[in-house]
T-cell receptor, first 113, second 115 residues
Framework: GESVGLHLPTLSVQEGDNSIINCAYSNSASDYFIWYKQESGKGPQFIIDIRSNMDKRQGQRVTVLLNKTVKHLSLQIAATQPGDSAVYFCAENTGGGADGLTFGKGTHLIIQP | NAGVMQNPRHLVRRRGQEARLRCSPMKGHSHVYWYRQLPEEGLKFMVYLQKENIIDESGMPKERFSAEFPKEGPSILRIQQVVRGDSAAYFC?????????????FGEGSRLTVL
């Protein structure tokens, strides 16, 4: 299944289907982006990252796409499994004084059997 | 290889008490970040510290909140005179260098409940 629109709080997909989670980032000067996965009651866990000089990066079952023109980031998860159920956050390094990461609101991915 | 260690994992305080949250970064990491997460929300940056220095505290409330990262020992986030609105999960993250070009490694969080 695909997400409908940006900032969708919940995305429900069938086990085995592909899922796409979208994120709009805020700062055109951001040069580094990360997707984190957060399971209930746990801390965020790194999934994949991408730098601004790339538009696509692939990992194991995951792909991140970066569109700098419209400041859009997406995470594609192939052949979803029950263990993929979690909240997914995109984060950007906006630079400036924080020198850390600014997180988006998150999308709750639910995998249905 | 121990990850980022936070304690306590759960803390209950009554209004007006103090809360102290501790964070030991990953081995070899000298940069520590604190984030706050309210239920069903994202993580909000609070403070960024290096050993014995606060680098950026722009996300920290001006009153009642303080953070330190001493030369020896863990980083501590201290909340004085807690109020119900302080109830949240507080996450610590560490990195080996500046976070500008790298990943942050998160702990499992400390969940503060204010009664």
């Amino acid at each position: 299944g695909e997400s409908v629109g940006l900032h969708l709080p919940t995305l429900s997909v069938q086990e085995g289907d592909n899922s796409i989670i979208n994120c709009a980032y805020s700062n055109s000067a951001s040069d580094y982006f990360i997707w984190y996965k957060q399971e209930s009651g746990k801390g965020p866990q790194f999934i994949i990252d991408i730098r601004s000089n790339m538009d696509k990066r692939q990992g194991q079952r995951v792909t991140v796409l970066l569109n700098k023109t419209v400041k859009h980031l997406s995470l594609q998860i192939a052949a979803t499994q029950p263990g993929d159920s979690a909240v997914y956050f995109c984060a950007e390094n906006t630079g400036g004084g924080a020198d850390g990461l600014t997180f988006g609101k998150g999308t709750h991915l639910i995998i249905q059997p | 290889n121990a990850g980022v260690m936070q304690n306590p994992r759960h803390l209950v305080r009554r209004r007006g008490q103090e809360a102290r949250l501790r964070c030991s970064p990953m081995k070899g990491h000298s940069h520590v970040y604190w984030y706050r997460q309210l239920p069903e929300e994202g993580l909000k940056f609070m403070v960024y510290l290096q050993k014995e220095n606060i680098i950026d505290e722009s996300g920290m409330p001006k009153e009642r909140f303080s953070a330190e990262f001493p030369k020896e020992g863990p980083s501590i986030l201290r909340i004085q005179q807690v109020v119900r609105g302080d109830s949240a999960a507080y996450f610590c993250a560490s990195s080996p260098g500046t976070g500008r070009t790298g990943e942050l490694f998160f702990g499992e969080g400390s969940r503060l409940t204010v009664l």
